[in-house]
């Protein structure tokens, strides 16, 4: 994420933020990025939003650099998507219709789901206190403009713990927060 919160487009275009490919403008240095490392470490499940998961899907399924990830479950939380649209050979996917079946299953759910792009979704998770940890990469830019985690609306407090941080040459700083309960 950009240090104002913006999370739109860092690899890109696609969803047409004028600054899109902001992640490509900094210096790539690998243990800036070995947070995905360690995510993928602890982590027992993926969630995506619909978007996220039609973007991510078809390319992750076939990446050597994503190999991983093809035999964890997979949770795409979509009130549109139909299970024949599902990419085939990405193992277990499951769709989620609403905020009440994501609760249900991080009361049953055996560890730690992470969330990949997402940003709509996130937001909507952060806001029914459905998160309990964040995981964040924040680049040294200001964009002003695009989507974030992190809602406006006016909420109670939520407290965070630092849990890990990080800083690199680049610029790009790992901070790790539990959401204080």
């Given at each position: 994420m950009s240090v104002d919160g913006v999370v739109d487009s860092p690899g890109g275009t696609v969803e047409g933020h004028r600054s899109g490919g902001w992640v490509l403008g900094t210096e790539v240095l690998p243990e800036a990025f070995s947070l995905k490392d360690e995510e993928l470490a602890e982590t027992t499940a993926l969630m995506?939003?619909?978007?996220?998961?039609?973007?991510?899907?078809?390319?992750?399924?076939?990446?050597?650099?994503?190999?991983?990830?093809?035999?964890?479950?997979?949770?795409?939380?979509?009130?549109?998507?139909?299970?024949?649209?599902?990419?085939?050979?990405?193992?277990?996917?499951?769709?989620?219709?609403?905020?009440?079946?994501?609760?249900?299953?991080?009361?049953?759910?055996?560890?730690?789901?992470?969330?990949?792009g997402s940003a709509e979704l996130a937001r909507r998770l952060s806001e029914a206190d459905l998160i309990d940890r964040y995981h964040l990469l924040v680049f040294p830019v200001l964009l002003a403009a695009g989507k974030s985690v992190f809602g406006r609306a006016d909420r109670d407090r939520q407290n965070l713990r630092l849990r890990n941080s990080a800083v690199y040459s680049n610029g790009v700083v790992k901070l790790i927060y539990d959401v204080a309960h």
């Open positions: 995506f939003g619909r978007r996220s998961y039609a973007a991510f899907a078809p390319i992750w399924r076939d990446s050597p650099d994503h190999a991983a990830y093809r035999d964890l479950p997979k949770y795409v939380v979509s009130t549109t998507l139909d299970t024949d649209t599902l990419v085939d050979g990405w193992g277990e996917i499951t769709i989620l219709r609403s905020s009440e079946e994501i609760a249900e299953l991080k009361r049953s759910a055996g560890g730690p789901i992470f969330i990949h």
